[in-house]
């Protein structure tokens, strides 16, 4: 095993969006629940057709690196966006002020279904315990994910807090990561990467001699050759202390 692999990990960086915290249900199940309970006088064929199209326009919306770049930051502007594109391929009219309570209510929710699992926030703290050090690295706008960090207390858990929104830089951008590293006094080579977004989480980190751990989404196969770093792939973080202790990876 060569030194950079078999280096103990004295720094993690971690993703906060379904890493730390968890949203439940997941964004495709909860638009089907808010389509479903919300008067936009459309048949039930007609919803139906529309709550396929929103998904397909979400998936397309964000996997455009452009457009998921802007909407991070102006996330009701995005869902509005892509609302309005889904009405349009299914040739349906909704004026625009049900438009944007149907958004709104779709926002609250979502950020109503944000917790921090207990062994989530145990992992964390034995993490700490073990000597390691954590960095928080998340995208999107500043003000709301610094209302999540306020709101479960993970400031108090993070030594270092990285926002997209406050910096104006975002995954899957190197420099975010450099910020992150430099704000522990870290180096590459002592660190490791842990989140969902396999592109962001995973592949940019690989690239720059950045271990990763990768939180397992449903809807993503890893892809049998990976890079050199990769440590695998855990169901929640709450795996992470076992998985480093496993691999002779914690001090």
């Known amino acids: 095993m060569s030194k950079t692999l078999s280096t103990p990990i004295e720094y993690v960086l971690c993703d906060m969006d379904d ?37 397909d326009e979400r998936h397309a919306f964000w996997s455009d690196p452009e457009l998921s770049a802007w909407g991070r930051l102006k996330m009701t502007e995005a869902r509005t966006y892509f609302v309005q594109k889904a009405l349009s391929n299914i040739s349906a009219r909704v004026d625009d002020g049900r438009i944007e ?11 109503g ?74 180096t590459t080579e002592q660190a490791v990467m842990v989140g969902d977004n396999w592109e962001w989480e995973v592949v940019a980190p690989l690239q720059h001699g950045l271990r990763a751990l990768w939180v397992q989404t449903p809807d993503i196969t890893p892809p049998e050759q990976l890079h050199i770093g990769f440590l695998g792939q855990i169901e929640s973080l709450a795996q992470l202390p076992l998985v480093l202790s496993q691999q002779s990876l914690l001090r």
């Open 101 to 111: 309570a149907l958004v709104t209510e779709f926002s609250r929710r979502r950020e």
């Open 113 to 186: 279904s944000v917790t921090l699992p207990k062994e989530n926030r145990d992992a964390l703290i034995k993490l700490k315990k073990a000597g390691v050090s954590l960095a928080l690295v998340t995208n999107g706008q500043g003000d709301a994910q610094r209302d999540k960090v306020n709101r479960f207390g993970l400031d108090s858990i993070f030594d270092s807090i990285v926002i997209e929104g406050e910096i104006g830089i975002g995954k899957p951008d190197w420099t975010i990561y450099q910020l992150a590293l430099e704000s522990l006094h870290a």
């Open 19 to 55: 890493t730390v915290l968890v949203h439940r249900p997941y964004a495709d199940a909860l638009w089907f629940e808010v389509l479903h309970s919300f008067e936009l006088g459309l048949s039930g064929d007609s919803a139906s057709r529309l709550y396929q199209a929103i998904v």
